[in-house]
């Protein structure tokens, strides 16, 4: 008996749900938040729609995950910008790192003045200074290597000075 036009559609969908279920498990545990729920739902007889099913997680692993995909949005966004030009499509949290394009500095993000202008700080400490919204990135790895860096020669100096 041959296979129905249903069934095929349903094994397809079946195929690419187990392969993206691997690859979010994987790409998840990169970014230091497993997801030890990850499932895949059997296609729906009636439409053949397979489903990926992200389980439960902890409050910790979720917000690991929110910043992960917010860091790569901008990523991806970034690339369909001219060089320097960052449009954010969520205001930063108190605390995030990002880089002043125009000053090529990583500072951490204290919140905005009263012109809209937002405030960042050294992440070893020191002296705030304005940043344009527009001119302003997510910190990447290296950026986050940087920072750990200044951090870290702070720390040193205080113990010898």
């Not at 997680?57 to 991806?76: N, S």
């Not at 954010?88 to 000053?103: K, N, Q």
């Not at 304005?130 to 001119?135: C, F, I, K, L, S």
């Amino acid at each position: 008996m041959a296979e129905s036009h249903l069934s095929r559609i349903a094994r397809e969908q079946q195929r690419e749900a187990d392969e993206a279920r691997a690859e979010i498990r994987e790409a998840a545990e990169e970014a230091g938040c497993p997801l030890p729920d990850l499932a895949v739902e059997p296609a729906d007889p009636l439409t053949g729609v397979a489903r990926v099913d992200l389980g439960m997680v902890e409050p910790r692993t979720a917000a690991r995950l929110a910043e992960v995909i917010r860091a790569g949005v901008d990523a991806l966004a970034a690339e369909d910008r001219p060089e320097g030009v960052v449009t954010h499509l969520w205001p930063p949290a108190v605390g995030d790192l990002l880089v002043d394009v125009v000053r090529d500095l990583v500072g951490e993000f204290r919140g905005k003045d009263d012109t809209g202008r937002w405030l960042l700080v050294p992440p070893a400490g020191g002296e705030p200074w304005r940043a344009d919204p527009e001119a302003v990135r997510v910190a990447g790895p290296m950026d986050q290597v940087r920072a750990d860096s200044a951090r870290a020669t702070a720390r040193s100096n205080k113990r010898v000075g």
